[in-house]
């Protein structure tokens, strides 16, 4: 009996032990996917914007923009990821291959909220208020912050120019 509890306590000792070895970083820990690294300083990027430190939000959008190339290639066609590389593409200034981003994107998944938000910000930046109105009409039904958003930009730029 003796030994039986002597085997046991060993058998115990060991396991705690592995489990504790493992706990340190020799990688247990889960890798943090290239999108998801994207999608964070993405967030960042914007406060920047926001606070008008356009130079930082600059750089980071073009940080986030690397990681999603290479979340693209690691897994093509991901809407999300198409969502966000039009995102950043478009921020930094080139609207034609953002839009190409956003159409990929909506081929995968035409209700896309996000990215016929995306694309409707897009259009109205480059003046194209009818297009930005068909995307206005694609989330009219969602119920969703993204129709509020782009409706009230197509508003604000209408009375802009009038």
Do not use: W
Request: glycine letters at 6%; proline letters at 1%.
């Amino acid at each position: 009996m003796k030994k039986l509890i002597y085997t046991l306590l060993i058998i115990i000792a060991l396991t705690n032990n592995s489990f504790s070895a493992g706990d340190n970083d020799s990688g247990s820990t889960a890798k943090v996917s290239n999108y998801s690294k994207a999608k964070n300083i993405i967030k960042a990027a914007k406060k920047y914007e926001k606070k008008g430190k356009i130079e930082k939000a600059y750089k980071k959008y073009a940080k986030a923009q690397k990681l999603l190339l290479k979340s693209n290639k690691e897994k093509p066609s991901q809407a999300d990821t198409l969502n966000y590389l039009g995102f950043t593409t478009r921020k930094l200034g080139d609207y034609k291959k953002g839009e190409e981003y956003y159409l990929l994107g909506l081929k995968i998944e035409p209700n896309h909220n996000g990215i016929n938000e995306y694309l409707g910000e897009l259009y109205v930046v480059t003046n194209r208020i009818d297009l930005a109105n068909e995307r206005l009409d694609v989330l009219k039904n969602c119920n969703c912050e993204e129709y509020n958003e782009l409706k009230e930009i197509i508003v604000g730029t209408k009375k802009s120019k009038y």
